[in-house]
């Protein structure tokens, strides 16, 4: 029914995800993009980019005063990171639980740091956490016309639209 899928296409939001050079060097790649892909989420923008200094600066900036940052923007430009972009119902939040808690110790099993990681400092995956964070994380790492638009075959499935 089209206004159901009026009222539906209002819920969609988009979400910035990144495999971090440790996930991207201990090849999980593939399982990662598995599980969001699984869950019905709509893959609409990727690349796989090495930023410079400046850049990890500009994305982790909320952080720059907490002692780890530096290491942390060393750590982020020093080899290839998977970007992404996902869009679906609820991507945002859900996103949050299928990384799992910052800290992998403190991760629950089921989710990618909880399973994949040990440490807060190599924990694999980066998410954004709030809908105005991801808007400008999206902003920041992709340009506006490498974000696709299509219907994904998936949808009417999962979201049980005509
Ligand atoms: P998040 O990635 O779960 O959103 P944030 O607090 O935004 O967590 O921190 C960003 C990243 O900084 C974390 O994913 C982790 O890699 C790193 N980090 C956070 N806390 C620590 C710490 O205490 N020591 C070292 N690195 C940390
Ligand atoms: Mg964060």
Request: glycine share 10%; proline share 5%; with cysteine.
């Amino acid at each position: 029914m089209l206004q159901d899928q009026e009222a539906h296409a209002l819920q969609m939001e988009r979400t910035f995800i990144a495999i971090k050079p440790d996930g991207v060097q201990r090849g999980l790649i593939s399982e990662i993009i598995e599980r969001f892909e699984r869950k019905g989420f709509k893959l609409v923008a990727i690349k796989l980019v090495v930023p410079s200094k400046t850049f990890a600066q500009k994305h982790y900036h909320d952080l720059k005063e907490r002692p780890f940052f530096n290491g942390l923007c060393n750590f982020l430009s020093s080899g290839p990171v998977l970007a992404m972009v996902w869009e679906g119902e609820g991507v945002i939040t859900y996103g949050r639980k299928l990384i799992g808690a910052t800290d992998p110790q403190k991760s629950e099993p089921g989710t990618i740091r909880g399973d994949l990681a040990i440490v807060v400092g190599r924990n694999i995956i980066h998410g954004s956490d709030g809908p105005e964070t991801a808007k400008n994380e999206i902003n920041l790492w992709f340009k506006p016309e490498e974000l696709t638009n299509y219907t994904s075959n998936q949808e009417k499935w999962a979201y049980g639209v005509n």
